[in-house]
């Protein structure tokens, strides 16, 4: 089994055609290993802009790619046909799936169709190392942190150019790679499933009357002795969460809940934080000061007595 690990850089232009904003892909670069994770080949190209003929600050700021070098890329079609080539009948692995959909909005804009009839495996590299990482639930990885976490050496290599980028994701998958705990995280491409999730939208839950949400989300346990909490007063939706004050009855500990509920394709994920309340905190000060206070009055009247 070979594995081609995929990395798209891409440019936000405006299109006529589709009358709104279109992320343009303006470089591929990949890297094929076969199943001991040694390099058989790498991919590269630059790909000539022909929707937007500017790049815009950021990712000039980000990728170094000169209109120099884009004047000399080829065309998107004549570069998907290179890729396709390239990847024969690997498993083709992203960080994220966030190329993929680069992929298929652009698939979609040349050809009609966002279907990647060349793609038959897949697998997110990202979910994957996040999982055998231990990764915080519901919070992405970036491919950065991965690095950094798993103690890989990034000098030498060029972030946010496509080509490093893809090696850097192989320099991860090595180190955390297991036969047995990857087959999960295969994908069949070549089903309208794989569409289905890829064309899902992440959207956050606002109405705790869902059906989807069930009680037991509700509760929190206490930071401090792991009990369960009881909530004091409503629940307030701010930012994107719910949140109420909370207090413990074994240990009398009050903070404030937090929680989140994300739609994802594969059901409902929540994520919950805890913190001290705001009086809480108010209250532990004004103890310091009153506790500095008086070592400061016993220090003068020390030295009165002397």
């Known amino acids: 089994m070979e594995f081609v690990i995929l990395d798209l850089e891409w440019n936000g232009t405006y299109s006529k055609r589709k009358s709104g904003f279109f992320n343009e892909i303006i470089e591929f670069g990949a890297v094929k290993v076969n199943d001991r994770l040694c390099v058989e080949d790498t991919f590269s190209v630059v790909v000539k802009p022909q929707i937007g003929k500017k790049l815009s600050s950021k990712v000039k700021n980000l990728t170094n790619i000169s209109s120099e070098e884009l004047g ?15 990847l024969g009948n690997a498993v083709l692995m992203t960080w994220g799936t966030s190329d993929i959909l ?17 793609i038959e495996g897949y697998v997110n590299l990202q979910s994957f190392c996040e999982r055998r990482v231990y990764y915080e639930r519901g919070k992405q990885m970036g491919l950065s942190t991965a690095a950094q976490l798993l103690g890989i050496d990034v000098q030498g290599m060029e972030h946010h150019r496509a080509l490093d980028d893809s090696l850097l994701a192989l320099a991860c998958f090595r180190r955390l790679y297991d036969e047995e705990e990857l087959k999960p995280f295969f994908e069949d491409a070549s089903k309208n499933q794989f569409y289905d999730k890829m064309r899902f939208k992440t959207t956050i839950l606002c109405d705790l009357s869902n059906p989807l949400l069930k009680d037991a989300d509700m509760s929190f346990e206490c930071p401090a002795c792991g009990a369960e909490a009881k909530r004091n007063g409503e629940w307030e939706f701010k930012n994107k969460s719910y949140r109420a004050d909370f207090r413990c009855p074994c240990c009398g500990g009050e903070f404030k809940g937090r929680i989140q509920f994300k739609l994802k394709y594969e059901g409902v994920v929540v994520k919950k934080t805890t913190a001290a309340r705001k009086k809480n905190l108010r209250e532990k000060w004004l103890r310091r000061r009153r506790l500095t206070d008086k070592k400061r009055a016993a220090s003068k009247k020390f030295v009165r007595l002397r």
């Open 72 to 86: 000399l890329g080829v065309t998107y079609t004549r570069a998907v046909s290179k890729f396709k080539k390239f």
């Open 102 to 118: 680069a992929l298929m909005e652009n698939h979609q804009y040349y050809w009609g169709t966002d279907r990647l009839d060349y």
